[in-house]
């Protein structure tokens, strides 16, 4: 194919340089470039949302993207997600909420997540599944994701009070 | 049983810890088969038939070759000469790896491309030519029995038919005699259309082959890591003791990951020939279109009962589709799994059912998606039956089946069809669902609302399951016993590990299974690290599916965890200097009788074991290994109850409540059962409401991607209300029975009863699934009842 290019973005917070295709998905770059293993691909449509990352803090179907669009962007995946301070609110009510069963959706629905949270600290129900409807799980039927969400916007607003 | 004791040990049974397994999945660390890279790692892709049937001609891959970083090209005739174009499958029947002759469903493997990268593997693709001679297509199972219809199996000697197997069950005479008495016979012709489990991680492996010691490693999407082992073993002539499977962690299974696929066999060919390790994962497109479907059952059911409501006697005749190969994975004996189960939670007289089984030109599978070998299908057969019954009869739908229910004191139950159910009570589960329901209130509404020309129902299902297979003097799977196992062996410090037979696919067994040794043992559950899925480290089992890991792997667990406490207490009698029998054991510590003062605990017995001053006669270090071979089957049970209102102008079901109880014997981590509830009960909502796997004419696939094939989202997924009922198993070691699939099992045909109930005062006794708001709006409107 097209000769590579170089892609420079700061992921998780720190300036990474891939060689690509021009054609390689964002989620290629990631994952094999990358090595960060924890995004991950779930369909080929655009569907399933496990390949989720936030580009420059907002949302992204990382399989839907190539990698040479984020040049010169921020990206955040699963793995920037735990800092020096600990989990984040979000990581953690996943946890304490059994909001995951296999963890093969839960890093695309933290990272939807972590965004929605951000623009919206104290969603409804409705707001929140409408929210993650992006995001597809086999496993937990959803309930205890949207408990997750409430109890980690619940940490977040007593950790500002 | 030894009723589980209440022990106050950290993460004992009945507790709900924090899932262990959550600290690495929720940092993006999970290991899955795609995230394994290794060095000089090449992959594969596949080249699938566009046609459902038609002859190869020929088949030229020069193109393909000639392309970047295109390494081989495996075709059928490649693998002929390993003698491996053709694999069994756990049906006993033989399926195509790569298609020699002529394909037989949309998407058959047929070329396989290795390449440096997966975008050239892709890309090469493009650059096989195959030369194909389109054939007439078999889609209809009905049809594929016609004289005149053309043979899929033409590569079976003496083949002449489409037909597979003949399976009956139960006792037709005594059946014909009681319809022969019968006031009323209930009868249903419906589908249970094929659907797909879906999990979001593909089904894919890593096949590593060394050739400096000859082993084979292959990372593979696998419910069953061992028995794919022994399966690899004995179709490909490798040497089990250098064969290893390593299922890592696995993204949801749900049956999908329990056959051997095409794929998984050119990899590892694929590996052993070039000398490097081999990638393939599969596409969703791929995964739906060619990996195992579930269901795809024609019933025809009749149900006997008396005018004033006795349920007499069940017949079924079911016609299955299995695809184009028979690769349904079930007990090698049951070609219809469990579908003899058919009688449910009623007290027959008598009962027959027959099965057969047909060939077509669509994807072969026939596997237990999210259930127990057709369980699934049985149950809403039965419970479809019984809702008609009660319309036809008037008699209210909960008090029909309360009528006519095994009663408890009838347990051990022998079912006409020659089961015998564990323990059971089963009105004890429908009045928790009627209470949480609100069940007399919910009527009144619904005759005002009916008065008012609104549409609403309420449906039922009180569902028997059967699982734990189990009993390897009837189960057995290409003649592997279905047991299982553990091992467990504690260290000096008190802290071990319990090595197991069956694998994780988001169940929690690494935090579950250590909560059955903190029960047993009195070692927190903290302390005990849970390892499968590795078969160089871990001892033999068949796997995890059918809700079967508690039944069996949680039962060798117990057992194996009694034997160590055994031993303990002989230690604990040394050091203590007193006799065994004299000790008393409570959550972890053992006690002298009468002096509580004189004390040994869990941890300072193992310390003793591995201490030169243990008495001669007693073999050092502190481990055990543990088969189980279940003398039984276990039965969860319970009660759904769906509440529905319709929209008359559009069709919408909107499912305004749902309330499900489960008996699923003891329970060992309350959270984790009531997470797995959730989740079976939404798979339960999309068979019924969305998810479908069609074919037109010639055989052309829709559904085989997540545009087409509409799977819940948290848009439409409705809330649960969960009650809970107890019956302990009679005979596992701690009284659990599995509880896994009991919701995908239980709940379709609630969603189903519940419209049917709306819609039955227009004359409306059966839509099949899935129901969508077009096919619901469709059946008012020829009913005449759609809003303008």
């Known amino acids: 194919m097209s000769d590579k290019m170089i892609v420079k973005a700061t992921v998780n917070g720190e300036e990474c340089e891939a060689l690509v295709e021009p054609r390689t998905l964002l989620v290629h770059m990631i994952r094999e470039s990358l090595h960060l293993t924890g995004t991950h691909i779930g369909c080929d449509t655009t569907s399933c949302g496990a390949c989720t990352v936030l580009l420059d803090g907002k949302p992204v179907k990382s399989c839907t993207i190539l990698a040479v669009q984020a040049n010169g962007r921020e990206i955040a995946t699963v793995e920037g997600l735990e800092t020096a301070a600990g989990l984040s609110v979000v990581q953690e009510g996943f946890k304490e909420e059994h909001g995951l069963h296999c963890g093969y959706c839960t890093p695309g629905m933290m990272m939807t997540v972590t965004a929605l949270l951000e623009e919206n600290p104290d969603p409804t129900e409705d707001e929140i599944r409408k929210a993650i409807s992006g995001n597809l799980c086999r496993c937990t039927g959803y309930v205890n994701i949207i408990k997750a969400v409430q109890y980690a916007a619940g940490k977040k607003e007593g950790a500002a009070a | 049983m030894t009723a589980a004791t ?20 929720i940092r993006g660390m999970g290991n899955y088969v795609d995230d394994v890279q290794l060095p000089g790692m090449l992959h594969m892709a596949i080249y699938r038939s566009p046609f459902a049937h038609a002859t190869i001609n020929s088949i030229d891959t020069s193109r393909a070759l000639a392309m970047p970083g295109v390494v081989a090209c495996i075709t059928g005739q490649d693998l002929v000469a390993h003698g491996l174009a053709w694999m069994p499958t756990l049906a006993g029947d033989t399926q195509a790896v790569l298609a020699t002759d002529k394909v037989r469903f949309q998407g058959q493997e047929v070329v396989c491309v290795i390449a440096k990268t997966s975008y050239q593997a892709e890309d090469a693709l493009e650059g096989i030519d195959v030369d194909y001679d389109p054939l007439p297509v078999i889609v209809d199972p009905k049809r594929a029995l016609d004289a005149d219809a053309p043979i899929i199996r033409s590569d079976l000697e003496g083949k002449t038919d489409n037909h597979i197997f003949t399976w009956e069950s139960g006792d037709a005479e005594a059946t014909d005699r009681v319809f022969a008495e019968a006031d009323i016979v209930i009868k249903l012709d419906t589908l249970y259309p094929r659907i797909h489990p879906a999990p979001m991680e593909t089904c894919g492996a890593v096949a590593d082959y060394n050739k400096a010691t000859g082993k084979m490693t292959i990372h593979l999407t696998s419910q069953a890591p061992h028995a794919h082992r022994t399966l690899f073993a004995m179709v490909a002539g490798l040497p089990e003791q250098k064969l290893r499977i390593i299922s890592p962690d696995v993204g949801g299974g749900f049956g999908n990951k329990v056959p051997i696929y095409p794929g998984y066999v050119v990899a590892t060919a694929a590996s052993l020939l070039i000398g490097k390790p081999v990638k393939w994962v599969e596409s969703r497109t791929e995964n739906l279109m060619s990996t195992g479907f579930a269901r795809d059952y024609h019933m025809e059911g009749e149900l006997a009962a008396t005018k004033d409501g006795k ?54 599978g026939g596997i237990a998606y999210r259930c127990s070998f057709r369980v699934t299908e049985a149950a809403y057969l039965i419970e479809r039956l019984v809702d008609n019954l009660a319309h036809e009869t008037g008699i209210d739908a909960a008090e029909l089946r309360k009528q006519n229910f095994i009663q408890p004191e009838q347990f051990p139950y022998k079912s006409p069809m020659g089961w015998e159910y564990d323990s059971g009570d089963y009105e004890k589960a429908m009045n928790i669902a009627l209470e949480l329901v609100g069940y007399e209130e919910l009527r009144k509404e619904q005759a005002e ?64 299974f250590a909560q059955i040794v903190a029960n047993e043992l009195g070692i ?5 690290a849970v390892e499968h899925g590795d078969t160089d480290h871990t001892p033999y089992g068949l796997g995890t599916y059918a809700s079967r890991s508690t039944p069996t792997g949680g039962a060798a667990t117990a057992i194996v965890a009694r034997k160590l406490r055994e031993k303990a207490r002989q230690i604990a009698a040394h050091l203590l200097e007193c006799a065994p029998d004299d000790l008393e054991f409570d959550s972890g510590t053992f006690t002298v009788k009468g002096s509580p003062e004189k004390s040994k605990t869990i941890q300072e017995c193992v310390f003793g074991a591995y201490q030169s001053d243990l008495p001669d006669d007693m073999e050092k270090g502190f481990e055990d290994v543990t088969y189980y071979d279940a003398p039984e089957m276990t039965y969860p049970f319970g009660t759904y109850i769906c509440v529905v209102d319709i929209d008359k102008g559009t069709g919408q079901v909107k499912v305004r409540k749902f309330v499900a109880v489960d008996d699923c014997g003891t329970r060992i981590n309350p959270m984790i059962v009531d997470g797995q509830i959730h989740g079976g009960l939404t798979q339960g909502f999309g068979t019924a409401m969305m998810e479908l796997i069609s074919f037109d004419e010639d055989g052309n696939c829709f559904g085989g991607n997540f545009m087409d094939y509409l799977i819940p989202t948290a848009v439409e997924s409705p809330d649960w209300t969960l009650g809970e009922c107890t019956t302990p198993s009679p005979h596992h070691p701690f009284g659990a029975k599995g509880v896994g699939e009991s919701p995908t099992v239980g709940s379709p045909q609630a969603f189903v009863n519940a419209v049917v109930d ?3 005062p227009y004359g409306i006794t059966n839509i099949d699934m899935p129901l969508s708001s077009h096919k619901v709006w469709k059946v008012l409107r020829d009913a005449g009842v759609t809003d303008e």
């Not at chain 2, 070609?335 to 089984?357: E, R």
């Not at chain 2, 927190?524 to 005990?528: L, N």
Request: proline share 4%.
């Open chain 2, 758 to 760: 709306a819609l039955h």
């Open chain 2, 6 to 25: 209440e022990s106050t040990v950290n993460g004992a049974i009945g507790q709900s810890p924090k899932r262990v397994e959550d600290d690495r999945f």
């Open chain 2, 524 to 528: 927190p559950y903290t302390d005990i």
């Open chain 2, 449 to 512: 609302k009916r008065a008012k020309g609104e549409v609403m129902g309420i449906g039922f299902s009180s569902f028997t399951e059967i699982v734990g297979a189990g009993m390897s003097k009837i189960c057995d799977i290409a003649g592997l016993a279905m047991i299982d196992s553990a091992e467990l062996r504690i260290h000096p410090t008190g802290k071990g590990v319990l090595k197991l037979g069956v694998q994780s696919q988001g169940q929690g067994h690494e935090t579950t």
């Open chain 2, 311 to 364: 349920m007499l006697g069940l017949r079924a005749n079911v016609l299955a589709d299995h695809g184009a190969f028979n690769a349904q994975a079930q007990p090698s004996k049951w070609p219809a799994g469990f579908f003899n189960i058919a009688t449910g939670s009623y007290d027959l007289q008598a009962a027959h059912c027959k099965v057969d089984g047909v060939y077509t030109n669509k994807a072969p």
